[in-house]
């Protein structure tokens, strides 16, 4: 297979928040999901320092913050945000909702 297109809206979110995106579109190397938070809304604080995962977030829609390590970032639209598998974070949706782009790795996906 050279290439798979998907509509996220076409992929079930079981809790509203969550589309994985990885296995519909076929991809091995690395983690992709589509996150949709209502205004307002929170997203746990996590981290990956149990598996490695290194993750990026793409800010596609809507605005909030990314707390990281005590540390509260605007985001928005057009902003990438890494961060590495011990940094402790959490999404944080603005008055408009915010919705982004999860990429994860560890060492052994690639």
Aim: hydrophobic content about 35%.
């Amino acid at each position: 297979m050279a290439h798979m297109v998907v509509d996220a809206s076409d992929i079930e979110s079981p809790n509203g928040v969550f589309r994985g995106l990885s296995a519909p579109l076929g991809v091995g190397k690395f983690k992709v999901n589509r996150l949709e938070l209502a205004p307002g809304g929170e997203g746990p604080e996590h981290d990956h320092s149990a598996n490695g995962e290194e993750e990026v977030y793409a800010v596609v829609s809507g605005s909030g913050t990314v707390l990281v390590d005590g540390e509260e970032i605007a985001v928005r639209p057009g902003h990438f945000v890494f961060c590495s598998p011990d940094a402790r974070r959490q999404m944080r949706a603005g008055g408009d909702g915010l919705v982004w782009i999860g990429i994860g790795a560890t060492d052994g996906d690639s």
